[in-house]
């Protein structure tokens, strides 16, 4: 089949090179030349697993383009999949959607399905509907009738395991109005053995709402559970543990730690919780999530300042500016929040990332000229002299740093495990203070934290 993919970030790059592994014909538009010349030269402008050998072995099955005349004209199948980005309120800015759509009205010339890949609010996908038809009849007073209907089809992609989680999905959700539709999106996923879930089209808005926000909520639950673990002496992983083996409990997305971060999770429980209050049925569960969530970040703060009361002059390490490892998104990132107030209390900050420094550093322009801010692409040239590690992001390169290392390099050997990267009795015989989430605390007295926490 011809398909276009309009947006070439994470969702529409990883789900397009995947259809056309399995055999169809992907044009990739975007607003953006930049990215759609890399991508002609077989660079990818986002980093993820496994794409890069995707896209060199099918690229035969690829063209890209940032007219919308050549993307938009002759596809049996347009998936948009361009931002929702949060507006000021909480709620999903459809800008570009809208956009995608009124170009798509304007070019398309045979009968097509829209599929609609990003995140939108429940109604959206009626909406875009209604003003594809009308734009679409105005744009074309001469041109023959054609078929159009817009499905909505979510994707449950994480990053960092997107081409994994598309070539081998959960589900797929096709919420359409006609069986035409239907059949034609089937065949897009002849190919994908996985359970289908058809249904109509605000039902799945809703599913894709609904199960990212349901995860932050259960990270937000493990995430006060561990704060109250620390201040009770309990081991927050064997209680996570003891709950997962429950079937109806399931044991993922119980990882305590610094909390949710990433382009999805915070933009969709605002975003949930935003609908929820205009259509006068608050979400408290999900608002009390996002409060959680938000003062979690802190605690990194809180366990340095346990440690050393005053922070002025001290030198300190940063590990994992992306919001989660094998991935250079930085977007929600717990680093944008840490390394400012360490800044702010004129901490000497040498910030590490394997991947995501470019685009951290894109984030903070303002910190260009900061000589209190270095950026390593050694871990170990990183923690060298430091009077702590403050771990943000659990990449593989910091699991594997052995206890010796942080012993031989940094000047004071204190830990802040943001995301308990090491069984709790790592350090236990060395002479390091490790502080971790959720998990009874060394090298502090347990007295003398809570009082200070
Ligand atoms: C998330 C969902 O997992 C995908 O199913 C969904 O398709 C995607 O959003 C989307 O809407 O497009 P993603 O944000 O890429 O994917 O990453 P996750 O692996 O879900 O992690 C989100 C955040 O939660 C990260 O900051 C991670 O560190 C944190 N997390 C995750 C925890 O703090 N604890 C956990 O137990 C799991």
């Not at 009308?134 to 992609?157: A, G, Y």
């Not at 009770?232 to 305590?256: C, H, K, P, T």
């Not at 569960?285 to 409060?291: D, F, H, L, R, Y």
């Not at 394997?354 to 923690?383: G, M, R, W």
């Amino acid at each position: 089949m011809k398909i276009t993919c309009a947006g070439v970030g994470y969702v529409g790059l990883v789900t397009g090179v995947c259809l056309a592994s399995k055999g169809h014909e992907v044009t990739f538009y975007d607003v953006d030349p930049q990215k759609i010349d890399m991508l002609k030269n077989k660079q990818l402008p986002i980093y993820e697993e496994g794409l890069q050998e995707l896209l060199d072995e099918y690229f035969h099955r690829m063209s890209f383009t940032s007219k919308p005349s050549e993307a938009y004209s002759s596809s049996d199948v347009i998936m948009i999949a361009v931002g929702t980005p949060e507006k000021k309120d909480g709620s999903a800015n459809l800008t570009y959607v809208y956009s995608v759509v009124s170009d798509i009205a304007e070019h398309v010339n045979q009968d097509c399905v829209v599929v609609v890949k990003s995140t939108v609010p429940v109604g959206t996908n009626e909406k875009i509907e209604r003003a594809l038809l009308q734009e679409f009849q105005i744009s074309n007073t001469n041109k023959p009738d054609i078929m159009l209907e817009v499905v909505s089809n979510p994707e449950f992609l994480a990053q960092g395991t997107a081409v994994e989680n598309t070539l081998n999905p959960s589900r797929i959700v096709i919420g359409s109005e006609t069986e035409w539709a239907k059949n034609v999106i089937d065949k897009v996923y002849a190919d994908f053995k996985c359970p289908k879930v058809y249904t109509d089209r605000q039902s799945a808005e809703m599913i894709k709402y609904a199960s990212n926000v349901f995860l932050s909520v259960k990270i937000s639950f493990i995430n006060e559970i561990a704060n109250l673990c620390e201040k009770m002496g309990a081991n927050v992983e064997d209680v996570a543990m003891g709950m997962g083996l429950d079937n109806r409990i399931g044991n993922q997305f119980l990882r305590a730690g610094i909390g949710y971060g990433g382009s999805y999770f915070p933009k969709d429980t605002k975003a949930l919780h935003w609908l929820s209050q205009y259509q006068n049925c608050e979400l408290k569960t999900v608002k009390a999530a996002i409060e959680v969530n938000q003062t979690q970040r802190f605690r990194p703060m809180q366990l340095l300042s346990a440690v050393y009361g005053e922070l002025s002059g001290l030198s300190v390490a940063v590990l994992g500016l992306s919001f989660k490892p094998g991935t250079d998104d930085v977007r929600e990132s717990p680093s944008h929040t840490i390394i400012p107030l360490l800044l702010d209390e004129n901490v000497l900050v040498k910030a590490w990332d394997p991947i995501a420094i470019n685009n951290f550093q894109k984030v903070h322009p303002e910190l260009e000229h900061d000589s209190n801010i270095e950026y390593y692409s050694s871990l170990t040239d990183c923690i060298k002299d430091t009077d702590a590690c403050i771990i943000l992001t659990e990449w593989n390169d910091v699991k594997n740093l052995s206890e010796n290392e942080y012993i031989k390099l940094m000047h004071q050997p204190v830990i802040i495990d943001g995301r308990n990267c090491y069984p709790i009795d790592r350090f236990q015989s060395h002479n390091v203070t490790y502080l971790s989430i959720g998990r009874p605390q060394k090298s502090v007295s347990r007295s003398d934290m809570y009082d200070s926490i």
